[in-house]
Structure formats: structure tokens, C-alpha cells
């Protein structure tokens, strides 16, 4: 999944946030701070756009907008919210899928920041992918 690194999501996609990570137990109300001001562009968090690559038959490949990933540091935690846009009932429109917390996700923002850096150097885009596999691995690509 390509990420499409952005420096905050839409009012929209705000309110979406703040409203379902109250249903996340496992996160403190600092780092659901931390999310919400990473989401406002207001910290050093990243707020991506999620895209999903579809083959359909033997046609070309269709790269399909499916959500947004929110990613902060927090003192030594580190926390991501996925948002995938749902068009089934009874519920329409994107909401928050999962929270993830620990050594991946740090991982995760240690490698952007690492590329955000080489690139600037070289004045050149930030393009990254994320592949998320079953389990505890997490591989990031550039």
C-alpha cells in the first residue's frame, strides 16, 4: 500500500477520529492526544493516505483510496490509528478500524523520519509503502 505522507487530515476526518478512538480502551488520554494533534498537523506525527492496488481480471492494475493512517510518538510509545472508509450499513463513510501501539510502530515513524531527512537532502518526494503482514511484522519500504 502506497502511503501518501500528508502534514494533517480534513476537518472531517478529524471528527472521525475523535469520535470512534473514545471506543479504544487500551489508549490513554495522552496518546489520544498525541493522535488527535498529529491528525491536526499540530506534533511530529504522520498522517497518511492509505491506497489498495485491485487487479481485475487481466485488465491493469486500479489503485483504489481505501483510508488514512495516523502515526505518533508520544515519550517512548508510539500509536497509529487506521481509518478505512466503509460504505456498508448501517454505517457509512470512514471510521477507525484499529489502533496499534508498540516497536513497529516506532520502527515505522523512525524509518519516515530517516527518509523524510535523505530526501530533503536531496530535494526530492517522499514516496513510501507500508505492506502489513499477519503477526508481529512490519516492513517498510521506500
Known sequence: MPLIVQ???????????????RKFGSLDHVLTDAL?????????????KLK?????????PVIEDIGWRVAVRSGAAA???DMYQVDLPPR??????????GSNIAAMLGQIQAQKVQNAERKKRLDLSILILPG?????LS
Open 79 to 81: 500509536v497509529a490509528a
Open 52 to 60: 489498495f492496488i485491485v487487479k481485475h481480471g487481466r485488465s491493469k
Open 36 to 48: 488527535l494533534g498529529a491528525a491536526k498537523g499540530k506534533n511530529e506525527g504522520v498522517c497518511a
Open 7 to 21: 502534514l494533517r487530515l480534513d476537518t472531517k476526518l478529524q471528527r472521525v477520529l475523535e469520535r470512534d478512538l
Open 92 to 101: 457509512h463513510g470512514p471510521r477507525v478500524a484499529c489502533v496499534r501501539k
Open 136 to 140: 508481529p511484522l512490519l516492513i517498510l
